[in-house]
Each structure stands twice: as structure tokens, then as C-alpha cells.
């Protein structure tokens, strides 16, 4: 088969449709006005960037005062986090905070997590099952008197898996008004999101996961949910987030999320890629997929391969034109074994074999073939050469 590139690292990072890039450019050259300038250009401007808040809100079900504007998902991740359980905790006169997440979180959770346990909170990091998936009962059983906040994903960056946040926040609630987040980056725009569905109190995205520009991101913040400030200043994002606005970049993603909707129609198809692609890796030996066989993204096919090293697999791959992962993009230069594969009960000299290939609407079948062939070649060439796999 002939060499052709294919892009299959949509989890890490994703290419900027030209709908969005031109949105982009009308706000950078011809209405670049600051949202806070009384003139006409800057009223324009303000315009916009409410037109954005409103277009974001109407696509997640939420009210556009709910919406905030950030620099990308680990912003609002932080920004939730630390925000909502200091006020809950202060409100509530708790002198301890507890705080509860689950053991496959992104790093932009578990970094922020860890940094509060060294400041003194508490925190309780549960467990998944072999499939990546947490349980309402187990979030339920690790609330305490001082719980201030509960942090779940909507969908893992690794290994696909959807979890159940409908059902979990309402378990939640049924025991006491926590504030909730999710870390929704790579559901959003992948599949259908609704918050009033969920019931969450919080929820994160990103830009540049929903084929937008790096660099902005959103933190939806249901109406009543106390968080405190996250920088001080000017009064932009109802004086909760100061300073200028990145107006382009927020017309860029507002545009790159209705798109990403209308997209939704095509879903079957993308499954029917993935699926495929599924099948055709994992009919090597020794070969396993990781996450939930069907709950999961559409475009995430995720595996891990015994007797060979990630790395290896992805120089390989990358020389014969395929983009690929080993996993999260943000730990790609970690030599340590995914924590997320390690969470699922994955022995560690396992888990170093891993590879995420993700796909988008622009994947053809085509391209699952070519993919398929030289996954297969690589890995059995490295089987080959290594000291370990067959004894």
C-alpha cells in the first residue's frame, strides 16, 4: 500500500477547520476592537463576544451568563476546583477541606488535586473498573461531613470511556448539594452535551479539541454555583476573570462548536471507522483494547500490545506517515506507565505498549486500512526483535 499521511492524534489536538480559521480572521484584521472601548469598533466588539457567549450556551443547553471564557481546559479545571471548594469550604466554616476525584483524571485535575493535598486539603482518589469506569456508588460512599468538592471526566483522554455523570451527579445530590465538575475537553463537540441533563455545577472544554485555535477554552458555571475570582483587575467575565478578552479566538470556537454539532449526523460513520479499525488491531495476538468496548468517544480506538515499548511503536508509525500517541498528549514525554492504564489493573511492562489512535469526520476508510496494515507490520517487527515477547 502506498505511503499517505494520516492525522489520527484528534485527542491531543485537532486542525482548525477553514469556516474557523476565516472567523478568526475577520476579528484579528477588520473588527479588533477591545470589548471594553466605548467607540463604535469596540462596541462591535463587545457584541461579538456576547453573540459568542450565547452561541457556546445555546450548544451545551446552558444560559449565557453561565458561560466564562478561559485560555484552555486546564484553566477552568483549575480555576473550578480551587475556586468552588475554597468558597464552599469558607461558607460552610469547614476547616479541613475534603475533596474527591477519580484515579484516571487528567493531570490538569490530579496535578491541581495534589497541590491541595500539600496545602493541607483532604482528598480521596477513587477507583475504576477494568474498564475505566467509576461507579455512582463508589463517588457516593467517599463523601464525608467535609467533602467541598467532586470532580469526575466525562470522557477519558486515553482510553475513550464515557462515564455516567447523569447518574452520578444525581446519587450525588440525593446525599448533600456538593459543588460538581466535569472535565468535559474531550466530550465536547464529540458528543451530544447537555448540562441540565447532567446536573453538573461546573464543566470545562477546550478550543482546540473541537477544531479551534490553542489557546481558549470555557468553563460553564451553573447559576448559583459560588466560585471565587480567579484574577483580579478589569471587570471582563463579570469581574471574575480580568483582562482582555482573546474575542477572535472565542468567535473561533463558538463557530468550530456549531460545526462540531452539525457533525453529529455523521457519527455512525466515524463508529463504523473506529469499530474497524478496533477489529483489525486487535486481531493481533497479544493485543488488547483498552476502555469500554462501546461506551466510548467515537473517534478513540485505544490498545496496548505485549513485548514492545510505545515509543518505538510511534517513531516507527510516524516514519510511514501516521500521527499517533501513546496516550495523553500532556505526559507524551513521561517514560512512566500511564496512570490511567495503571488505575484499570493493566500490569506496568503492558501498559509501556500502548497506542491511541484517534480519528475525526476527515478519516477515511482508506486511511483505517493503512493504519491497520502498518500497526500490524510495526508491531510484529518489534515483537521480533525484542529479547522478551514469547519466552
Known amino acids: 500500500m502506498e505511503k499517505r499521511f494520516v492525522y489520527a492524534d484528534n485527542a491531543a489536538t485537532t486542525k482548525v477547520y477553514p469556516e474557523v480559521a476565516q472567523e478568526m480572521l475577520t476579528y484579528l484584521t477588520e473588527e479588533y476592537g477591545n470589548p471594553s472601548s466605548l467607540h463604535s469598533m469596540g462596541q462591535r466588539a463587545k ?4 453573540s459568542a457567549r450565547e452561541r457556546i450556551a445555546k450548544c451545551i443547553n446552558a444560559e449565557p451568563s453561565e458561560i466564562f471564557f478561559t485560555s484552555c481546559g486546564t484553566e477552568a479545571d483549575n480555576w473550578a476546583i480551587r475556586g468552588a471548594s475554597a468558597v464552599y469550604a ?4 469547614i476547616e479541613k477541606p475534603h475533596i474527591i476525584t477519580t484515579k484516571i483524571e487528567h493531570h490538569a485535575v490530579l496535578h491541581t488535586f495534589k497541590a491541595l493535598e500539600n496545602q493541607g486539603y483532604e482528598v480521596t482518589y477513587v477507583d475504576v473498573d477494568e474498564n475505566g469506569k467509576v461507579s455512582p456508588e463508589a463517588i457516593v460512599s467517599a463523601i464525608k461531613d467535609n467533602t467541598c468538592l467532586i470532580t469526575v471526566m466525562y470522557a477519558n483522554n486515553e482510553m475513550g470511556t464515557i462515564e455516567p455523570i447523569a447518574d452520578i451527579v444525581k446519587a450525588v445530590k440525593a446525599v448533600r448539594n456538593i459543588p460538581f465538575l466535569t472535565d468535559a475537553v474531550q466530550a465536547v463537540g464529540n458528543i451530544p452535551v447537555d448540562v441540565k ?3 453538573v455545577d461546573m464543566l470545562s472544554f477546550s478550543g482546540h479539541k473541537i477544531h479551534a485555535p490553542k489557546g481558549v477554552g470555557c468553563l460553564y458555571v451553573k447559576k448559583g454555583t459560588r466560585l471565587r475570582n480567579l484574577i483580579e483587575g478589569g471587570a471582563q467575565e463579570r469581574g471574575k476573570r480580568a483582562g482582555t478578552e482573546a474575542v477572535a479566538s472565542i468567535m473561533a470556537m463558538a463557530k468550530a462548536l456549531e460545526i462540531s454539532i452539525e457533525k453529529f449526523s455523521e457519527t455512525d460513520e466515524l463508529i463504523k471507522k473506529r469499530d474497524r479499525l ?24 485505544s490498545f496496548v500490545f505485549k513485548g514492545i515499548e510505545g515509543e518505538g511503536l510511534l517513531f516507527l508509525l510516524s516514519s510511514m506517515g501516521i500521527c499517533a500517541s501513546t496516550g495523553s498528549a500532556c505526559s507524551s514525554a513521561s517514560l512512566e506507565p ?7 489493573g493493566i500490569p506496568v511492562e503492558i501498559c509501556h505498549g500502548s497506542l491511541r489512535l484517534t480519528i475525526s469526520h476527515e478519516t477515511s476508510f482508506d486511511d483505517i486500512e493503512y493504519m491497520i496494515e502498518k500497526v500490524r507490520m510495526v508491531v510484529e517487527r518489534l515483537r521480533m526483535m525484542s529479547p522478551i515477547y514469547g519466552n
Do not use: F
Open 47 to 50: 457584541k461579538a463576544l456576547e
Open 90 to 93: 469558607k461558607v460552610n466554616k
Open 197 to 199: 441533563e447532567l446536573g
Open 278 to 301: 478496533i477489529e483489525g488491531v486487535t486481531s493481533l495476538p497479544d493485543t488488547l483494547l483498552t476502555g469500554h468496548p462501546t461506551e466510548r468517544l467515537p473517534g478513540n480506538a
Open 338 to 344: 500511564s496512570h490511567v492504564l495503571t488505575s484499570m
